[in-house]
RNA sequence: GGUCGGUUAACCGAGUGGCUAGGUAGCGGUCUGCAAAACCGUUUACGGCGGUUCGAAUCCGCCACCGACCUCCA
């Protein structure tokens, strides 16, 4: 199998070619959300940057297994590893079992992403369903000497992980340095060092989520769960490791730590990291208080939003930016995207309809080339809009009379639509499926025929107040060359 | 305070040494009974100061501003 897909290592901080451990199989692992609360706009950028990779990785024919867990027990509020978890705490405000929390958000959660057009990972493994895993690697740490237990609780020793390997590589730490500037926080007193992180915290009486184990009743550590379910259905090596940027520190450091220190040898090969939504110049997240739902954008029910947005303007705004810039939400670029996601998927339709000439003046391979450059360029998802806009420009031009395409060139043309904005950008046509369209049809076409009638009578006010009305009712005519066309607005 | 990243035209957003990114919004034109759409043309760029080079948005240095991480976060 063969591939020019470079993709930017965040372990090297270089773009490197990809090349995937065994042959024809990828491995692919997701930091997925903690499921305490509605799904954000920021949520939906590794989503679709990974469904992205995805996407393009199985399109290349590639057999991936896209794993991309559930967090819904052990993520305290606080690395001061006494704090209080998201869930039990969300359970109680809402008078819920923490499993109904979970349960809820999951459901919300997967929704939303379908509304996106995301596909369904390969495996959504939860962290309450992998506690043993989780248990039977506290025990590999601790035999090798990784991990202590401390009253009940079980944390992984640092100090001694870095005499013998590099904990920081990956965000450029130093140890020594994090001691140094690591806030004094509270309740540390039973860690060796301030930095050592919980594999494993004694539940105190009141925790409810709480599993036996050989230490203590009690829940495992935020860290862990990724290292246990990624070994599990990856292996101890595989290839792309994803998730956002900002849990390059410490989330991504512990994991490597861990599995590094359990298995001996480096678990991931690549590491991928999307960089995040701003609003205001400033990061969105929950714990800012200063995000919007993804449903809020969709019914337009939030009080920045001008107007509702569709996930697929969602989804197109995402990819009009590279996965590793940071895109700052506003209502100007929103709309800027649903315009010309609306240009894009016009053209579409237009070409289907195309009628092909004797010759063409359209070089169809080229632009395919270039758009597969664009992905293998560490899948820089806007310069390959910027490709398909010029095969948009293209499509109207050959309509305007000013290029030509024959019939191979536009089966080649077809094709490529295809395959970029549909399969691999994973856009849609939103505007399909809404009524009756079969009758729709029929009656717009008398109502066509009527207004050409007081057309050729150039009754102008007749033909005027048809299309005003119609245009009042949603539908809008445009009088082309020959003939009339009509869409919904 | 430490580490890292960013600053591109009205707005968004690509681009790593010479070649029109693209989208949205303006403006002018073609088409049209008018309009819309489309097409053609077009206006404001590379934070500041220095350096390297025949040539820099792109490399180097300094400065300014913004942000991320250093607590949970996608």
Not at 124 to 141: D, F, N, Y
Not at 411 to 418: G, I, P, R, S, V
Not at 446 to 460: A, C, E, G
């Amino acid at each position: 199998m063969q591939n020019n897909l470079f993709i930017y290592n965040s372990l090297s901080k270089k773009k490197e070619l990809f090349k995937p451990l065994h042959s024809s199989f990828v491995g692919l692992y997701v930091c997925g959300p903690t499921v305490y609360s509605d799904a954000h706009l920021g949520h939906a950028r590794p989503s679709i940057t990974f469904d992205l990779l995805f996407r393009y990785l199985t399109h290349l024919e590639y057999k991936v297994r896209y794993v991309r867990n559930i967090t819904d027990v052990g993520h305290l509020e606080n690395d001061a590893d006494e704090g209080e978890d998201k869930i039990e705490k969300k359970a109680r405000f809402e008078h819920l079992e923490p499993m109904e929390v979970v349960q809820k958000y999951m459901n919300s959660f997967n929704k939303n992403m379908e509304q996106l057009n995301t596909l369904h990972p390969s495996i959504e493994p939860r962290a309450s369903g992998h506690v043993i895993e989780q248990q039977e690697l506290i025990k590999i740490l601790i035999e090798k000497g990784y991990a202590y237990e401390i009253n009940g609780s079980v944390y992984f020793d640092l100090l001694k992980y870095n005499k013998e390997y590099h904990y920081g590589k990956l965000s450029g730490r130093v140890l020594e340095e994090l001691q140094s500037n690591t806030r004094a926080l509270d309740g540390q007193d039973e860690k060796r060092n301030s930095f050592d992180f919980a594999l494993w915290k004694k539940a105190t009486p009141e925790h409810i989520m709480r599993w036996p184990s050989p230490w203590s009743d009690g829940f495992p550590g935020w860290h862990l769960e990724c290292s246990a379910m990624s070994t599990k259905y990856l292996g101890d090596e595989f290839d792309i490791h994803g998730g956002g940027m900002d849990l390059q520190f410490p989330h991504h450091e512990c994991e490597i730590a861990q599995s590094t220190a359990a298995l001996g040898k480096e678990p991931v090969k690549y590491w991928m990291h999307n960089n995040m939504i701003t609003i205001n110049g400033q990061k969105m997240a929950r714990s800012l208080d200063n995000f919007i739902t993804l449903d809020q954008l969709f019914s337009g029910n939030h009080p920045v939003l001008q107007q509702a947005y569709s996930p697929m303007t969602i989804r197109f705004f995402i990819l009009r930016a590279h996965y590793r810039s940071t895109i700052d939400f506003s209502n100007e670029a929103l709309q800027a995207a649903e315009k010309g996601l609306q240009k894009l998927m016009k053209a579409i339709e237009t070409l289907n309809k195309l009628k092909p000439s004797a010759s063409s003046t359209i070089d169809v391979t080229t632009l395919e080339k270039k758009c597969y450059e664009a992905l293998d360029d560490d899948l820089n998802s806007p310069i390959l809009l910027s490709h398909l806009f010029e095969g948009v420009k293209f499509i109207n031009s050959v309509v305007d009379g000013s290029e030509k395409i024959d019939d191979p060139g536009l089966e080649a043309l077809k094709d490529l639509f295809n395959t970029f904005v549909f399969e691999i950008l994973g856009l849609k046509d939103e505007t399909t499926g809404k009524g009756d369209e079969k009758l729709t049809g029929e009656l717009m076409k008398i109502i066509v025929d009527l207004r050409q009638d007081s057309k050729n009578n150039k009754d102008w006010a007749t033909s005027d107040k048809i299309r005003t009305n119609l245009k009042n009712a949603g539908i809008e005519l445009k009088d082309l060359k020959d003939g009339v066309d009509w869409e919904r607005e």
